[in-house]
């Protein structure tokens, strides 16, 4: 008898393991795990070498560069009576209608994009000369189309001596670091190197580190933060471009996943499987209840914020202030801090109305407006790289 009951339970446990495999196995496949990264080549600091064109090879630099909601709205079109000359679109297909109805953070994410290119052509041995909207500022009253038909930027390539530029090697680290960051603020030279590094007229950066303006900006980014979750057609945006898994991260190759969250790991394949298996776990009051807790905690483990303020709101000075951000980022990480936006305060749809009205009085009068709201720290883990599309895809004639 006792050696049945025994038989009994270890088959009992047999049978349960071989459970828990099937489903971890399930999970796994289901996750994509086996899958290859084709959606972080773009990462690899050997890939613009595969293209003979210089242009190609800044436009894939410039991918790199932060941009909202991991849209990547850029096009490139390169001059073909010109190989020196090519020029930067927005891509009006690749808008965030509700949570960016006027299009400023795209145009910030130009920006972004120019300043990257800028960095690369030193490093490469390229004068950049970008002259923003050079064929006339858009047409408002047709945004889309004024998009489509004017650029935002000519740039021009004069071939010069290559220059060993400090912030280049920084280009391949991702821009944005949700985690919690250490108590360690900058120091006076720092603040002050950072703020010297505009060069745009009317564009300025300014940096808190003392207790009460870190109260008050970390109360206004949890106030954005909530606002937004309870928004159902934001959240329902952002869900329209969550990839679930490895599959779909490599047909898509932009918009928001799990590595954007600081998810890494074993967790991360779980995560994916679990989602992709039951798609209900992943609903809408999870993401915001999840959201609004990291912000909480970011706001908790931030020593300083940074602010880029412009004079007014014109494309142009839209985006002047992408190009100072991507200088900042750059400069922050060769000093060893990492970076991240919790702009939702500045966003201009009805609901975020009233902070957005109270920041910019507190903080930017006399019509000037906040681009960007950004916190920076030392990191405490590594941030993930994240989606980027194969530079080809930006080009067209």
């Given amino acids: 008898m006792k050696k049945k009951g025994l038989k009994m339970i270890t ?9 828990i495999v099937g489903v971890f196995s399930a999970l796994m496949i289901k996750s994509g795990i086996f899958s290859t990264t084709h959606y972080l080549d773009p990462w690899k600091t050997t890939y613009s070498q595969q293209f003979k064109d210089i242009r190609v090879r800044l436009a894939a630099h410039g991918l790199l ?44 994410t130009q920006g972004a994009f120019l300043e990257y290119v800028k960095e690369t052509g030193d490093q490469l041995g390229y004068h950049t000369d970008i002259v923003l909207f050079p064929n006339g500022n858009y047409d408002e009253a047709i945004l889309k189309e ?16 290559p220059i060993n530029n400090e912030l280049y090697p920084y280009i391949f680290l991702p821009d944005t670091n949700r985690g919690a960051y250490e108590t360690t603020p900058l120091t006076i030279a720092q603040v002050n190197k950072l703020q010297d590094i505009s060069d745009a007229k009317g564009v ?56 954007g969250e600081g998810i890494t790991g074993l967790k991360k394949n779980v995560m994916q499987g679990m989602i992709t298996m039951f798609p209900s776990i992943n609903n ?27 004079k007014d709101n014109s494309r142009s000075n839209q985006v002047k202030a992408g190009m ?54 030392k990191p405490t883990e590594v941030a993930q790289q994240t989606m980027r599309r194969d530079v080809m895809d930006l080009i067209k004639n």
């Fill in 65 to 108: 560069a932060a941009n909202g909601h991991n849209m990547q709205p850029w096009i490139v079109r390169l001059d073909h009576k010109d190989a020196n000359v090519f020029y930067l679109y927005a891509d009006s297909n690749r808008l965030a209608p509700q949570v960016d109805p006027y299009a400023r953070q795209t145009m910030v």
């Fill in 146 to 161: 004024s998009m489509d038909a004017k650029p935002v930027a000519k740039i021009s390539l004069t071939k010069v001596e």
């Fill in 204 to 259: 300025t950066l300014k940096i808190f580190q003392d207790q009460e303006n870190l109260d008050r900006l970390g109360q206004y980014a949890m106030e954005g933060a909530k606002i937004e979750s309870a928004v159902h057609r934001i959240n329902e945006e952002s869900a329209n471009i969550f990839r679930a898994n490895e599959y779909e991260k490599n047909k898509y190759r932009y918009g928001f996943s799990l590595e």
């Fill in 284 to 310: 809408e009051k999870a993401s915001a209840d999840l959201f609004v807790k990291s912000t909480q905690i970011a706001v908790e483990h931030t020593p300083t914020y940074a602010m880029i303020i412009t």
């Fill in 11 to 19: 088959m009992f446990f047999l049978t349960f393991a071989m459970i």
């Fill in 324 to 377: 100072l951000y991507s200088r900042l980022i750059l400069e922050a990480h060769n000093m060893g801090f990492v970076m991240q936006p919790p702009s939702q305060v500045l966003e201009e749809y009805p609901e975020m109305k009233d902070p957005y009205t109270k920041i910019h009085k507190e903080y930017a009068s006399n019509g000037k407006v906040i681009q960007m709201l950004v916190r920076m720290g």
